[in-house]
């Protein structure tokens, strides 16, 4: 190896390294600056997809007990995403529900998460968790037909709270939900008591990552576009 290709190839590695090392970066999707100022504070109907760059998320209103996306009507038993905004406080601001009152996620419905192919989510904010307050998060299936409660807990002081490294072991959608009914007692895995007042919260932000077999593929590709480049030379 000469030492022309081995400086060509050193440079490709290292340009790989850069570009792996940007696109692993975590992407924040801040759900109430996505949906634009003119959607403040109105109702977006049974779904929703934002966009940054090449990339989506799809955000929709579900119902228990199957987790069926609701069909946009705003009834009681359908509700529709909300883009609640409340200015100077961020902690009571992101996307929640109607019909409710507080225009919050409220049990027994949720909200659930998709995105591009390609990228995982890997963390979730949700907020407006106010003390004793419960919230839960499930790992679903593409069409929520089967879930997995993976986290859950109880409100304290600070009113929000992320729920990180879910790219470690990713599911094809996540619901974000309230396990107990407003003004009764409910259990959390740990066994505690959780509620103690009205019980609704807010989905605030969400990151993702991609997928670590996208970044081995663009720095095969890189190293490829070295590999070219050399013998076009050397021809």
Same mark, same amino acid.
């Given at each position: 190896?000469?030492?022309?290709?081995?400086?060509?190839?050193?440079?490709?590695?290292?340009?790989?390294?850069?570009?792996?090392?940007?696109?692993?970066?975590?992407?924040?999707?801040?759900?109430?600056?996505?949906?634009?100022?003119?959607?403040?504070?109105?109702?977006?109907?049974?779904?929703?997809?934002?966009?940054?760059?090449?990339?989506?998320?799809?955000?929709?209103?579900?119902?228990?007990?199957?987790?069926?996306?609701?069909?946009?009507?705003?009834?009681?038993?359908?509700?529709?995403?909300?883009?609640?905004?409340?200015?100077?406080?961020?902690?009571?601001?992101?996307?929640?529900?109607?019909?409710?009152?507080?225009? *919050?996620?409220?049990?027994?419905? %949720?909200?659930?998460? #998709?995105? +591009?192919?390609? /990228?995982? &989510?890997? $963390?979730?904010?949700?907020?407006?968790?106010?003390?004793? *307050?419960?919230?839960?998060?499930? %790992?679903?299936?593409? #069409?929520? +037909?089967?879930? /997995?409660? &993976?986290? $859950?807990?109880?409100?304290?002081?600070?009113?929000?709270?992320?729920?990180?490294?879910?790219?470690?072991?990713?599911?094809?959608?996540?619901?974000?939900?309230?396990?107990?009914?407003?003004?009764?007692?409910?259990?959390?895995?740990?066994?505690?008591?959780?509620?103690?007042?009205?019980?609704?919260?807010?989905?605030?932000?969400?990151?993702?990552?991609?997928?670590?077999?996208?970044?081995?593929?663009?720095?095969?590709?890189?190293?490829?576009?070295?590999?070219?480049?050399?013998?076009?030379?050397?021809?």
């Amino acid at each position: 190896m000469n030492k022309r290709f081995f400086r060509s190839m050193v440079a490709v590695a290292a340009l790989s390294a850069a570009v792996a090392g940007t696109a692993s970066a975590d992407v924040i999707w801040n759900f109430a600056s996505l949906a634009g100022p003119s959607s403040a504070n109105t109702t977006l109907g049974a779904t929703a997809t934002f966009n940054q760059g090449t990339a989506w998320m799809n955000a929709a209103a579900v119902i228990q007990p199957a987790w069926t996306v609701s069909n946009g009507s705003c009834t009681s038993s359908q509700p529709c995403l909300f883009d609640k905004v409340l200015l100077g406080d961020p902690t009571e601001t992101g996307l929640g529900l109607t019909p409710n009152l507080n225009k *919050e996620i409220y049990t027994p419905n %949720g909200i659930a998460l #998709t995105v +591009s192919a390609g /990228t995982h &989510i890997n $963390s979730l904010t949700i907020g407006s968790v106010q003390y004793g *307050e419960s919230w839960a998060v499930a %790992g679903c299936s593409s #069409t929520y +037909s089967t879930c /997995t409660t &993976i986290d $859950s807990g109880v409100g304290a002081p600070g009113s929000s709270l992320t729920i990180g490294n879910l790219a470690m072991n990713p599911y094809a959608s996540y619901v974000v939900y309230v396990p107990c009914a407003n003004g009764t007692r409910c259990v959390t895995m740990t066994n505690t008591r959780v509620t103690n007042s009205d019980n609704n919260i807010v989905l605030m932000s969400a990151t993702t990552v991609p997928e670590p077999g996208a970044l081995a593929l663009m720095a095969v590709g890189l190293f490829g576009l070295g590999w070219t480049i050399r013998r076009r030379r050397a021809s």
